[in-house]
């Protein structure tokens, strides 16, 4: 037989029912809710995930180009190797003469030549930024902050030879046509001066030639990670080295000496070429071939040393 239940015991409440009553009267204690994401938010925040952690080549690039253009030392030697582009091309063709004055003026005839004088002090300045744009962050360390945000270091190099690649040929083509145009205006030779139009390929190739020179310094950079050593090595081996070699048997001169970067590059300089020289489709190849190849040893050695 059910006994009926009391009145007192249907008052007794359960401890389902408690629960919630204590938690409510308790002034200390706080509910919170925490409801189950659903597929869509859990779908967006992976989206956020992945896109946070990848750097894309692009803001690579962009950061190389804040870094170069906010040292003052970077862009202000480069524009005064433009400057000297143009400057020495003036003077050099201000005192142009027919070969009879005496002295080192006796050798300016050609116009386009003589307006590109001051190419070979703008080379060497511009071989100095090169290196110092990296070995620069060495001695800082900021190369291993860069290095470790971007996570792979082949990108990183192939940021700063665009960066510097591009710098360097926009203001040395600037630089170099505008040495030829005023050179050839104040042109003091017997020669008849040659129009811009004519001259197309030597500006190019002037161009092509200094921006080289710039990515050999950014190599020098990387490999020797020091801005003294990558600036000697530079001058010496680019510079000095071609005179040095003509010191030795013409038997041995003959065969290497144009196969350097310094003068496989003349070979694309000038309209006329010598015998001892390369032919100009041969100095491209042979000048590219020595920028490609420096570039990639220091790729190589980037990978392997610690930075």
Same mark, same amino acid.
């Given at each position: 037989?059910?006994?009926?239940?009391?009145?007192?015991?249907?008052?007794?409440?359960?401890?389902?029912?408690?629960?919630p009553?204590l938690?409510?009267?308790?002034?200390?204690?706080?509910?919170?809710?925490?409801?189950?994401?659903?597929?869509?938010?859990?779908s967006?925040?992976?989206?956020?995930?992945?896109?946070?952690?990848?750097?894309?080549?692009?803001?690579v690039?962009?950061?190389?180009?804040?870094?170069?253009?906010?040292?003052?030392?970077n862009?202000?030697?480069?524009?005064?190797?433009?400057?000297?582009?143009?400057?020495?091309?003036?003077?050099?063709?201000?005192? !142009?003469?027919? #070969?009879? %004055?005496? &002295?080192?003026?006796?050798?300016? =005839?050609?116009p386009?030549?003589?307006? /590109?004088? +001051?190419?070979?002090?703008?080379?060497?300045?511009?071989?100095?930024?090169?290196?110092?744009?990296?070995?620069?962050?060495?001695?800082?360390?900021?190369?291993?902050?860069?290095?470790?945000?971007?996570?792979?270091?082949?990108?990183?190099?192939r940021?700063?030879?665009?960066?510097?690649?591009?710098?360097?040929?926009?203001?040395?083509?600037?630089?170099?046509?505008?040495?030829?145009?005023?050179?050839?205006?104040?042109?003091?030779?017997?020669?008849?001066?040659?129009?811009?139009?004519?001259?197309?390929?030597?500006?190019?190739?002037?161009?092509?030639?200094?921006?080289?020179? !710039?990515?050999? #310094?950014? %190599?020098? &950079?990387?490999?020797?990670?020091? =801005?003294?050593?990558?600036?000697?090595? /530079?001058? +010496?081996?680019?510079?000095i080295?071609?005179?040095?070699l003509?010191?030795?048997?013409?038997?041995?001169?003959?065969?290497?000496?144009?196969?350097?970067?310094?003068?496989a590059?003349?070979?694309?300089?000038?309209?006329?070429?010598?015998?001892d020289?390369?032919?100009?489709?041969?100095?491209?190849?042979?000048?590219?071939?020595?920028?490609?190849?420096?570039?990639?040893?220091?790729?190589?050695?980037?990978?392997?040393?610690?930075?």
């Amino acid at each position: 037989m059910i006994t009926p239940l009391s009145p007192a015991s249907k008052a007794i409440p359960t401890e389902s029912q408690t629960a919630p009553t204590l938690l409510k009267d308790n002034p200390m204690t706080t509910i919170t809710a925490s409801p189950t994401p659903s597929v869509q938010d859990s779908s967006v925040i992976k989206t956020k995930r992945s896109s946070t952690g990848k750097v894309r080549t692009r803001n690579v690039i962009q950061s190389e180009w804040i870094k170069f253009w906010s040292v003052r030392s970077n862009y202000l030697t480069l524009l005064a190797a433009g400057f000297a582009t143009v400057a020495f091309g003036m003077i050099f063709s201000a005192v !142009a003469s027919d #070969g009879q %004055a005496p &002295g080192p003026a006796a050798f300016l =005839t050609n116009p386009v030549d003589v307006a /590109l004088g +001051g190419v070979g002090l703008a080379e060497m300045i511009i071989g100095v930024v090169g290196v110092m744009v990296v070995a620069s962050e060495y001695s800082t360390g900021l190369i291993r902050t860069s290095f470790a945000t971007v996570g792979r270091r082949g990108r990183v190099i192939r940021a700063k030879v665009a960066v510097v690649g591009s710098s360097v040929f926009a203001v040395a083509g600037v630089a170099v046509t505008a040495a030829v145009i005023a050179g050839q205006a104040v042109y003091a030779g017997t020669e008849a001066t040659v129009p811009v139009t004519d001259v197309l390929d030597v500006i190019f190739g002037t161009t092509y030639y200094l921006t080289g020179i !710039a990515l050999i #310094g950014v %190599a020098l &950079g990387f490999i020797l990670r020091s =801005t003294a050593a990558g600036i000697g090595t /530079l001058v +010496g081996a680019v510079f000095i080295g071609p005179n040095l070699l003509n010191l030795l048997p013409d038997s041995i001169t003959d065969y290497f000496l144009k196969y350097l970067p310094s003068e496989a590059g003349s070979a694309i300089l000038t309209q006329v070429t010598t015998p001892d020289q390369l032919s100009l489709g041969a100095g491209y190849l042979v000048f590219t071939a020595w920028v490609v190849g420096l570039l990639a040893c220091a790729g190589a050695l980037v990978q392997r040393r610690d930075a």
